[in-house]
């Protein structure tokens, strides 16, 4: 396909997932990258625009990431964000040297709105700021378009070229008029036209898989969560009946999913699938039987997923083609995309064996975020109630039990979680927390009960608010709902004699215990 794209490139910064989700929220297509990335390559791209992201290094350290000065020669519009612009100052001549002053959190700015960046920004306005280094002077050719009380360079431009900096982050939210920026770069500077719309996608994705798949059989991996559930639909109007939905009850779900996910796509629900529920919750426990390090039982269920897969194919016969419901930041946090370290080897992609029996893996979703999916659903007409559910990672439980797995654990953990999340939606919470779950910690403590002692495990709480799961803050759930939620784990819930509540945001936490 040919849409027009924006190039990220990645040094390593933490907010560069945010960077592709604001452009795209421009309407305009975006990919990220890794600053390694051959010049060559992204030449091929054709981009539109490129933008440099933010990165803990120093450009005038030895090692430090770079690029280039070809980068800013090829006639491309270039926006460098704090590294970036400390790097484009750099490269292009400029001096960046440690501040006097560090800068962190919210700034005043001034800007000149003549710049095409700001016309439609006001003269002061607060940004984000996050720097040790700063662009002394900026490189021959560049005028200065913002400072700060301690920073001469908060943005310059050399307008001729299409180049400009900006030392503080366009992309957080806290930056008040980001978004407009950017999309003054998308559209004043790069000239898109933005034709990156949900409903051209669905339509683009559903001819692409059906000409692709020709008159192949496929088998779609269905969980019953939001990302499989819009991949089954649109495969289901892109090939009908050659398309088996196989849902796998690995023992790891919470209480009831099974039933109720077969309710939703099985024989008496509203969608017409070939559809097949596989119990499988003996051989995923014995797999996971004496394993305690999370990347291992990560691996191992993700194997074991492709395992089933392919003996169902099996039995349905010169089936070619698996459909998985993997999105994009999948991708980046099993350390896929960009410059981003393995925090996690989600089982879908990480933690896929080395070899998978199916000609082709189709992954429609694969370039998009879980808003942009959310969105894709319901230009599918998928009812509102199953888009916007919470997520539920694939390792289900597996993740939420911390070290070894045991069907005795898994189920603690499904009845504390059943009660939170009953409190949850009583309380009326259930839409407006982003995801929230019990967790079984593998710590045992010491209580009283009834007069005598118990040494029993902790349960864990965790309740966060976000938008796009990359980043997370604790949810604030009122006390007398966690105590209640508290109390009744405690009395109904056997070995459970301890209830915590988890208040720590990702970063430094990641949502899931492992
Ligand atoms: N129990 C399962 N049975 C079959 N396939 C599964 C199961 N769990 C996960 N998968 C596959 O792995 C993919 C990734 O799982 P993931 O949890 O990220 O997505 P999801 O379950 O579709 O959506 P959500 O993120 O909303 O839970 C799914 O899209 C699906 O293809
Ligand atoms: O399908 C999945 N397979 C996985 O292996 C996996 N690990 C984490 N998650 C979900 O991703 C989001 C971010 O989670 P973390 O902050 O724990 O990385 C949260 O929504 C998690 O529930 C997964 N989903
Ligand atoms: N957030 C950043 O990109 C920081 C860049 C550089 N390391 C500085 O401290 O100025
Ligand atoms: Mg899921």
Same mark, same amino acid.
């Given at each position: 396909?040919?849409?027009?794209? !924006?190039?990220?490139?990645?040094?390593?910064?933490?907010?560069?997932?945010?960077?592709?989700?604001?452009?795209?929220?421009? /309407?305009?297509?975006?990919?990220?990258?890794?600053?390694?990335?051959?010049?060559?390559?992204?030449?091929?791209?054709?981009?539109?625009?490129?933008?440099?992201?933010?990165? @803990?290094?120093?450009?005038?350290?030895?090692?430090?990431?770079?690029?280039?000065?070809?980068?800013?020669?090829?006639?491309?519009?270039?926006?460098?964000?704090?590294?970036?612009?400390?790097?484009?100052?750099? %490269?292009?001549?400029?001096?960046?040297?440690?501040?006097?002053?560090?800068?962190?959190?919210?700034?005043?700015?001034?800007?000149?709105?003549?710049?095409?960046?700001?016309? /439609?920004?006001?003269?002061?306005?607060?940004?984000?700021?996050?720097?040790?280094?700063?662009?002394?002077?900026?490189?021959?050719?560049?005028?200065?378009?913002?400072? #700060?009380?301690?920073?001469?360079?908060?943005?310059?431009?050399?307008?001729?070229?299409?180049?400009?900096?900006?030392?503080?982050?366009?992309?957080?939210?806290?930056?008040?008029?980001?978004?407009?920026?950017?999309?003054?770069?998308?559209?004043?500077?790069?000239?898109?036209? =933005?034709?990156?719309?949900? +409903?051209?996608?669905?339509? *683009?994705?559903?001819?692409?898989?059906?000409?692709?798949?020709?008159?192949?059989?496929?088998?779609?991996?269905?969980?019953?969560?939001?990302?499989?559930?819009?991949?089954?639909?649109?495969?289901?109007?892109?090939?009908?009946?050659?398309? &088996?939905?196989?849902?796998?009850?690995?023992?790891?779900?919470?209480? *009831?999913?099974?039933?109720?996910?077969?309710?939703?796509?099985?024989? *008496? =629900?509203?969608?017409?699938? *070939?559809?097949?529920?596989?119990?499988?919750?003996?051989?995923?426990?014995?797999?996971?039987?004496?394993?305690?390090?999370?990347?291992?039982?990560?691996?191992?269920?993700?194997?074991?997923?492709?395992?089933?897969?392919?003996? $169902?194919?099996?039995?349905?016969?010169?089936?070619?083609?698996?459909?998985?419901?993997?999105?994009? @930041?999948?991708?980046?946090?099993?350390?896929?995309?960009?410059?981003?370290?393995?925090?996690?080897?989600?089982?879908?992609?990480?933690?896929?064996?080395?070899?998978?029996?199916?000609?082709?893996?189709?992954?429609?979703?694969?370039?998009?975020?879980?808003?942009?999916?959310?969105?894709? =659903?319901?230009?599918? =007409?998928?009812?509102?109630?199953? %888009?916007?559910?919470?997520?539920?990672?694939?390792?289900?439980?597996?993740?939420? !039990?911390?070290?070894?797995? &045991?069907?005795?654990?898994?189920?603690?953990?499904? $009845?504390?979680?059943? !009660?939170?999340?009953?409190?949850?939606?009583?309380?009326?919470?259930?839409?407006?927390?982003?995801?929230?779950?019990?967790?079984?910690?593998?710590?045992?403590?010491?209580?009283?009960?009834?007069?005598?002692? #118990?040494?029993?495990?902790?349960?864990?709480?965790?309740?966060?608010?976000?938008?796009?799961?990359? #980043?997370?803050?604790?949810?604030?759930?009122?006390?007398?709902?966690?105590?209640?939620?508290?109390?009744? !784990?405690?009395?109904?819930?056997?070995?459970?004699?301890?209830?915590?509540? +988890?208040? #720590?945001?990702?970063?430094?936490? &990641?949502?899931?215990?492992?």
């Amino acid at each position: 396909m040919n849409r027009e794209k !924006i190039v990220v490139i990645d040094f390593g910064g933490q907010y560069n997932q945010l960077v592709a989700r604001r452009v795209r929220e421009c /309407n305009v297509y975006c990919e990220i990258y890794s600053y390694k990335t051959d010049i060559e390559k992204i030449k091929e791209m054709n981009p539109k625009g490129i933008i440099l992201t933010g990165g @803990p290094n120093s450009v005038y350290e030895e090692g430090a990431a770079t690029c280039s000065k070809e980068l800013f020669e090829l006639g491309i519009p270039v926006l460098g964000l704090c590294y970036g612009a400390q790097l484009m100052s750099h %490269v292009l001549g400029g001096h960046v040297c440690k501040a006097p002053v560090r800068e962190y959190g919210k700034i005043e700015v001034t800007v000149d709105k003549s710049s095409k960046l700001f016309g /439609n920004v006001s003269e002061k306005t607060i940004c984000w700021m996050s720097h040790n280094d700063y662009i002394e002077k900026e490189a021959p050719g560049f005028k200065i378009i913002a400072h #700060t009380s301690d920073c001469p360079v908060a943005a310059a431009e050399c307008e001729e070229k299409k180049l400009y900096a900006i030392q503080f982050h366009p992309e957080v939210l806290h930056t008040v008029e980001g978004t407009k920026m950017l999309s003054n770069f998308v559209y004043e500077v790069c000239g898109c036209a =933005g034709d990156w719309k949900m +409903d051209a996608f669905v339509e *683009n994705t559903i001819k692409a898989v059906r000409e692709k798949v020709g008159k192949g059989k496929v088998l779609c991996a269905l969980s019953g969560g939001v990302d499989s559930s819009v991949a089954a639909v649109m495969l289901a109007k892109a090939v009908g009946d050659q398309l &088996t939905c196989v849902f796998v009850d690995h023992g790891l779900l919470r209480k *009831n999913e099974g039933d109720e996910v077969e309710e939703v796509f099985g024989p *008496n =629900g509203p969608y017409n699938l *070939n559809f097949i529920r596989v119990n499988a919750q003996e051989r995923f426990y014995a797999k996971l039987k004496g394993v305690e390090e999370p990347e291992r039982k990560r691996k191992i269920i993700g194997e074991e997923f492709i395992r089933v897969f392919e003996e $169902e194919a099996k039995k349905i016969g010169a089936v070619d083609f698996l459909v998985q419901g993997t999105i994009y @930041p999948d991708v980046v946090e099993s350390g896929l995309g960009g410059e981003s370290a393995v925090i996690k080897s989600h089982h879908n992609v990480g933690g896929l064996p080395d070899y998978v029996d199916f000609k082709e893996i189709i992954e429609p979703l694969r370039d998009l975020f879980k808003d942009e999916v959310r969105k894709a =659903g319901l230009e599918l =007409g998928i009812p509102e109630k199953l %888009v916007y559910r919470q997520p539920f990672p694939g390792p289900g439980l597996g993740i939420r !039990i911390i070290g070894e797995v &045991t069907a005795e654990k898994v189920k603690m953990v499904q $009845e504390a979680d059943a !009660i939170y999340r009953e409190e949850i939606a009583n309380a009326g919470l259930d839409r407006s927390i982003g995801q929230y779950f019990a967790a079984l910690t593998n710590m045992r403590s010491v209580g009283v009960m009834g007069d005598e002692r #118990t040494y029993d495990y902790a349960i864990a709480l965790r309740a966060v608010n976000t938008i796009d799961f990359m #980043t997370a803050e604790a949810a604030e759930i009122p006390w007398e709902v966690l105590g209640r939620v508290s109390s009744r !784990i405690v009395n109904e819930v056997k070995h459970v004699n301890r209830v915590l509540y +988890d208040c #720590t945001g990702k970063p430094p936490a &990641t949502i899931e215990f492992e």
